[in-house]
Protein backbone atom coordinates (compact mmCIF):
# COMPACT_ATOMS: atom_id res chain seq x y z
CA UNK A 1 0.00 0.00 0.00
CA UNK A 2 1.30 3.39 -0.74
CA UNK A 3 1.34 6.25 1.20
CA UNK A 4 -1.01 8.34 -1.33
CA UNK A 5 -3.36 6.17 -0.51
CA UNK A 6 -4.30 7.13 2.90
CA UNK A 7 -7.55 8.35 3.31
CA UNK A 8 -7.63 10.99 5.98
CA UNK A 9 -8.81 11.52 8.43
CA UNK A 10 -8.02 7.77 10.24
CA UNK A 11 -8.88 6.06 13.38
CA UNK A 12 -6.05 5.42 15.30
CA UNK A 13 -4.68 2.03 14.76
CA UNK A 14 -4.03 0.84 18.36
CA UNK A 15 -7.36 1.71 19.88
CA UNK A 16 -8.93 3.23 17.16
CA UNK A 17 -11.01 6.12 19.07
CA UNK A 18 -9.39 8.50 17.76
CA UNK A 19 -9.20 10.08 14.34
CA UNK A 20 -6.26 11.93 12.90
CA UNK A 21 -6.02 15.03 10.35
CA UNK A 22 -2.94 14.72 7.74
CA UNK A 23 -0.44 15.90 10.60
CA UNK A 24 2.37 15.99 8.38
CA UNK A 25 0.53 18.65 5.96
CA UNK A 26 -0.78 20.18 8.91
CA UNK A 27 2.43 21.49 10.32
CA UNK A 28 4.22 22.18 7.18
CA UNK A 29 1.35 24.97 6.71
CA UNK A 30 1.99 25.90 10.18
CA UNK A 31 5.94 26.38 9.93
CA UNK A 32 6.30 25.04 12.95
CA UNK A 33 10.07 23.47 13.28
CA UNK A 34 9.75 22.77 17.05
CA UNK A 35 6.98 20.87 18.40
CA UNK A 36 6.35 18.57 21.33
CA UNK A 37 6.21 14.56 21.39
CA UNK A 38 5.75 11.88 23.91
CA UNK A 39 8.18 9.00 24.27
CA UNK A 40 6.17 6.01 23.84
CA UNK A 41 8.74 4.01 26.35
CA UNK A 42 9.60 6.67 29.27
CA UNK A 43 6.27 8.97 28.80
CA UNK A 44 8.11 11.72 29.03
CA UNK A 45 7.60 14.99 27.07
CA UNK A 46 10.31 15.88 24.27
CA UNK A 47 11.01 18.45 22.31
CA UNK A 48 11.62 17.66 19.12
CA UNK A 49 11.59 18.83 15.58
CA UNK A 50 9.33 17.80 12.98
CA UNK A 51 11.58 15.44 11.58
CA UNK A 52 11.67 13.12 14.33
CA UNK A 53 8.22 13.04 15.67
CA UNK A 54 5.12 15.13 15.00
CA UNK A 55 3.93 15.85 18.72
CA UNK A 56 0.93 14.38 17.27
CA UNK A 57 -0.32 11.42 19.27
CA UNK A 58 -3.56 9.45 20.37
CA UNK A 59 -4.43 10.99 23.29
CA UNK A 60 -6.46 7.72 24.44
CA UNK A 61 -3.73 5.12 23.92
CA UNK A 62 -0.05 6.85 23.15
CA UNK A 63 -0.11 5.73 19.39
CA UNK A 64 2.55 8.11 18.10
CA UNK A 65 1.18 9.41 14.70
CA UNK A 66 3.32 7.71 11.73
CA UNK A 67 2.35 6.68 8.26
CA UNK A 68 4.87 3.84 7.63
CA UNK A 69 2.84 2.13 10.83
CA UNK A 70 0.06 2.93 9.49
CA UNK A 71 0.34 0.30 6.51
CA UNK A 72 1.88 -2.00 8.39
CA UNK A 73 0.61 -3.26 12.33
CA UNK A 74 4.18 -5.12 12.02
CA UNK A 75 6.51 -2.39 11.48
CA UNK A 76 8.30 -0.09 14.28
CA UNK A 77 8.03 2.76 12.12
CA UNK A 78 9.97 6.22 12.90
CA UNK A 79 8.44 7.30 15.95
CA UNK A 80 6.72 4.47 17.79
CA UNK A 81 9.09 1.96 19.62
CA UNK A 82 6.70 -0.52 19.17
CA UNK A 83 4.76 -2.19 16.16
CA UNK A 84 0.52 -1.59 16.11
CA UNK A 85 0.42 -4.94 17.09
CA UNK A 86 2.36 -5.17 20.05
CA UNK A 87 0.68 -1.71 20.88
CA UNK A 88 -2.36 -3.06 20.61
CA UNK A 89 -2.02 -5.91 23.29
CA UNK A 90 -0.12 -3.11 25.78
CA UNK A 91 -3.43 -0.96 25.28
CA UNK A 92 -5.72 -3.69 25.97
CA UNK A 93 -4.16 -4.80 29.22
CA UNK A 94 -4.42 -1.10 30.38
CA UNK A 95 -8.21 -1.35 29.76
CA UNK A 96 -8.93 -4.63 31.33
CA UNK A 97 -6.53 -3.19 34.32
CA UNK A 98 -8.28 -0.24 34.08
CA UNK A 99 -11.63 0.31 31.74
CA UNK A 100 -11.06 4.39 32.36
CA UNK A 101 -7.22 4.34 31.22
CA UNK A 102 -6.13 7.23 29.41
CA UNK A 103 -3.07 7.68 28.18
CA UNK A 104 -3.17 11.37 28.30
CA UNK A 105 -4.20 11.94 31.61
CA UNK A 106 -0.85 10.75 33.00
CA UNK A 107 1.34 13.68 31.17
CA UNK A 108 1.71 16.94 32.57
CA UNK A 109 0.91 19.25 29.19
CA UNK A 110 3.40 22.32 28.73
CA UNK A 111 1.36 25.61 30.49
CA UNK A 112 3.37 27.76 31.90
CA UNK A 113 1.49 29.55 34.97
CA UNK A 114 2.04 31.82 37.51
CA UNK A 115 1.76 30.25 41.00
CA UNK A 116 -1.70 30.85 42.20
CA UNK A 117 -0.38 31.91 45.55
CA UNK A 118 2.51 34.36 45.50
CA UNK A 119 1.87 35.36 41.49
CA UNK A 120 5.59 35.24 41.26
CA UNK A 121 6.97 32.28 40.33
CA UNK A 122 6.29 30.43 36.85
CA UNK A 123 5.26 26.47 37.14
CA UNK A 124 6.54 24.98 33.65
CA UNK A 125 3.54 22.39 33.32
CA UNK A 126 -0.19 21.68 34.16
CA UNK A 127 -0.58 20.58 37.53
CA UNK A 128 3.35 20.41 37.88
CA UNK A 129 3.36 19.30 41.74
CA UNK A 130 6.42 21.29 41.64
CA UNK A 131 7.07 23.37 44.83
CA UNK A 132 7.05 27.11 44.65
CA UNK A 133 9.92 27.67 45.74
CA UNK A 134 8.97 31.53 46.76
CA UNK A 135 5.90 30.77 48.78
CA UNK A 136 5.48 26.98 49.15
CA UNK A 137 2.44 25.91 47.18
CA UNK A 138 2.59 22.96 45.95
CA UNK A 139 1.02 22.97 42.16
CA UNK A 140 -1.70 20.11 42.21
CA UNK A 141 -4.35 22.21 39.67
CA UNK A 142 -6.23 23.08 42.53
CA UNK A 143 -6.73 26.62 40.54
CA UNK A 144 -8.47 25.09 38.00
CA UNK A 145 -11.78 24.35 40.62
CA UNK A 146 -11.65 27.50 42.54
CA UNK A 147 -9.33 29.78 44.75
CA UNK A 148 -11.91 28.64 48.11
CA UNK A 149 -11.32 24.72 47.27
CA UNK A 150 -9.76 22.94 49.33
CA UNK A 151 -6.00 21.50 48.16
CA UNK A 152 -5.45 17.86 50.21
CA UNK A 153 -1.68 18.32 49.27
CA UNK A 154 -1.11 21.89 50.54
CA UNK A 155 -3.61 21.42 53.31
CA UNK A 156 -4.94 24.83 52.32
CA UNK A 157 -7.10 26.59 50.13
CA UNK A 158 -5.52 29.58 48.02
CA UNK A 159 -7.64 32.15 49.49
CA UNK A 160 -6.25 31.59 52.52
CA UNK A 161 -2.46 30.03 51.17
CA UNK A 162 -2.69 33.95 49.86
CA UNK A 163 -3.38 35.94 53.48
CA UNK A 164 -0.88 33.57 54.97
CA UNK A 165 1.63 34.62 52.22
CA UNK A 166 1.25 38.23 52.55
CA UNK A 167 1.34 38.24 55.75
CA UNK A 168 5.27 36.67 55.76
CA UNK A 169 5.84 39.71 53.22
CA UNK A 170 4.43 42.12 55.58
CA UNK A 171 6.75 41.23 58.35
CA UNK A 172 9.51 40.72 56.00
CA UNK A 173 9.41 41.94 52.72
CA UNK A 174 12.00 39.73 51.42
CA UNK A 175 10.41 36.82 52.82
CA UNK A 176 11.00 33.54 50.45
CA UNK A 177 10.02 29.77 51.26
CA UNK A 178 12.66 28.27 50.09
CA UNK A 179 15.22 30.07 52.19
CA UNK A 180 12.78 29.80 55.64
CA UNK A 181 13.06 26.36 54.88
CA UNK A 182 16.85 26.24 54.32
CA UNK A 183 18.06 28.51 57.22
CA UNK A 184 15.85 26.77 59.72
CA UNK A 185 17.17 23.34 58.50
CA UNK A 186 20.99 24.58 59.03
ZN1 LIG B 1 -5.20 5.19 20.08
ZN1 LIG C 1 4.15 30.71 44.90
Avoid at 3 to 23: L, M, Q, R, T
Avoid at 48 to 66: L, M, N, Q, R
Amino acid sequence: MHKDKIKFPFKCPVCGKSEFENADALLEEENEDKIYYIDPVTNEMKLSDVIDAHGVFCEYCGWTYDLKQLVDFDVVGDRNKKTVNEQKKDYYKKIAENPNYMFSKNIPYPKPHKCPVCEEYEFETECSYEICPICGWQDDGTEQFGTNDYSDVNSNTIVDAKKEFLKKRKINPDYIWSNFIKNNKD
